[in-house]
């Protein structure tokens, strides 16, 4: 069965700190999105990955592809970073479709 | 600018009244998606679209219709809403390509009175 398991459910930590938010995955998953809902809005995708590592701004997203494991990263994290972050695995036979993590709700205090 | 685009945003509406959410999307993508997000089940595939003309269930259809007459519009239609259709919905579109982004719309929060 395809699946994707994100922890921590929910995360709360001070400004400043370093953020780690980790997701594995099953056999059959070909690249891994990571996604951020603020309150109330949209979703918008912050990476996409099927190897090694990507960086956006204080945003740092890797995969183990033998492990089958991602981590997203936020480094000096600020309370506009306070979201939920999902992870979301593309199966290998059929690209557009997604299989979702539940979420992590991520809150920032100042 | 890319961009999907799902009106409305918010809608209130009674039991059995018909309704449809349109999505729209600039990027001449060839797959769409709909999806449904509620309270500890994350986000489920209602209905996907792989090019015009061709739709396929996803893991929640039932209660749903959708169609796929022009590349750019994939809309979603509740013949009969109930409450238990009360969510919020986002539509998605990507190329359907190896490797390659999702776009998602702002969602549309539904409630079925």
């Known amino acids: 069965k395809n699946e994707v398991e994100q922890s921590p459910q929910n995360l709360t930590a001070q400004e400043g700190e370093f953020i780690t938010i980790n997701c594995s995955y099953s056999?059959?998953?070909?690249?891994l999105h990571w996604l951020q809902q603020h309150p109330g809005g949209g979703i918008v995708s912050l990476f996409m990955?099927?190897?090694g590592k990507k960086k956006h701004g204080r945003l740092i997203a890797t995969i183990n592809i033998q492990e089958k494991h991602s981590s997203l990263h936020i480094t000096a994290s600020h309370p506009r970073d306070s979201a939920v972050y999902i992870c979301a695995g593309s199966l290998g036979g059929s690209q557009g479709n997604l299989i979702f993590g539940k979420g992590t709700k991520l809150s920032v205090k100042p | 600018e890319a961009q999907v685009t799902q009106n409305p945003r918010y809608l209130i509406t009674v039991t059995g009244k018909k309704l449809t959410v349109t999505c729209s999307q600039n990027?001449?993508?060839?797959?769409m998606s709909w999806y449904r997000q509620d309270p500890g089940l994350g986000l489920r595939q209602i209905y996907y679209?792989?090019?015009?003309?061709?739709?396929d269930k996803g893991d929640v259809p039932e209660g749903y219709k959708v169609s796929r007459k022009e590349k750019r519009n994939f809309p979603l239609i509740l013949e009969s809403p109930s409450p238990n259709q009360t969510s919020l919905y986002f539509c998605?579109?990507?190329?359907?390509?190896?490797?390659?982004?999702?776009?998602f719309g702002q969602g549309t929060r539904l409630t079925v009175v």
């Open positions: 990955l099927s190897s």
């Open positions: 056999v059959g998953i070909s690249a």
């Open positions: 679209s792989m090019n015009v003309e061709v739709t």
């Open positions: 990027m001449n993508h060839e797959y």
């Open positions: 998605a579109s990507s190329s359907g390509q190896a490797y390659t982004e999702a776009f």
